[in-house]
């Protein structure tokens, strides 16, 4: 295992263990909005802080760029460590077990390496360019779908960009028609995750954030999927807008896609 990956899973781990000890006492975690139904607890902050402290000890001229604390460290290294130290904080408030820790490197602007951890079931998402996707140290790959028929689509409401609502529940309307069934588990990171492991076939969200979507790029590819944004680009690198899964699950999905799209959602 290359030490960079050894080491942005023990900082995942680390970060786990902080949310783990945090879901036994909920009442206690303190809860602050960002913005429209984007909140942050002192979880996010705390388990954020454990995994930098991690990462640095081993790589202390890296650069990071962390969900809740910003750019920091020293970008000029090559390096960067893009951190989501919570994604699900709205499951984690309501206690429902299903969130993650994402954690990617960067090397000169390139996605290395990539580790999703879900710290309630203890599944460990990895994966380091050229060299495949695992869960818990086997290989995965994504599903062989040939069209929407059968599949089971992942996706995330637009809850903190509601103005989206109308256009979304047109392309919701239209894939529901082919697909057998759709998930909303509430962590995108995990969603990426359970594309490139197999367990669904496709996923798509409008406006995520490159801390949500660095790790779960690299898995999807590495496990023999695509990325790309509502259609068929790479305008989802600055946009969030992201589709994934293999190449024909993913033509399929922009089919559905085409006729609703706004110039904001075609980039
Ligand atoms: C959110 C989750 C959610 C997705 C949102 C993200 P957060 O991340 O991934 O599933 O729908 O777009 O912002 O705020 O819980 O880290
Ligand atoms: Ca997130
Ligand atoms: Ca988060």
Redesign the pocket.
């Known amino acids: 295992m290359h030490p960079m990956l050894n080491i942005a899973i023990r900082a995942a781990r680390s970060a786990g263990k902080v949310i783990m000890q945090a879901t036994e006492q909920l009442d206690k975690v303190e809860t602050n909005q960002k913005g429209s139904n ?2 942050v607890t002192s979880i ?1 902050i705390a388990a954020e802080e454990a995994i930098i402290a991690v990462i640095k000890k081993s790589y202390p001229d890296h650069g990071f760029i962390c ?1 809740e604390s910003g750019e920091q460290g020293n970008a000029q290294s090559g390096y960067q460590w893009i951190i ?1 130290p ?5 499951n984690f408030i309501k206690g429902i077990p299903h ?1 993650c820790v994402s954690i990617a490197l960067k090397v000169n602007g390139k996605t290395e390496q990539a580790v999703v951890f879900d710290p309630v079931r203890d599944e460990l998402f990895t994966a380091t360019r050229g060299q495949g996707s695992q869960f818990n140290s086997y290989r995965t790959r994504v599903t062989k779908a040939k069209d929407l028929k059968g599949t089971v689509i992942g996706t ?2 637009p ?2 960009v509601k103005h989206y609502k109308e256009t979304y529940l047109s392309i919701f309307s239209d894939m529901y028609d082919d697909v057998a069934d759709m998930r909303r ?5 995990l ?1 990426l995750a359970y594309v490139a492991a197999g367990r669904l076939d496709g996923f798509f ?1 409008i ?3 490159p ?2 979507t660095a790790a779960g790029e690299l898995l999807v590819k590495e496990a023999g999927g695509i990325v790309t944004d509502f259609t068929g680009g790479h305008g989802y690198v600055s946009s969030g807008n992201i589709v994934v899964g293999n190449p024909k699950v993913v033509k399929a999905i922009l089919a559905k896609m085409r006729p609703h799209l706004t110039p904001a959602l075609s980039r």
């Open positions: 984007d909140l996010d969900e989501d919570l994604d699900g904080t709205t969130f995330g409401f809850f903190k588990a509430g962590s995108a990171a969603d969200e406006g995520l954030k801390w949500d």
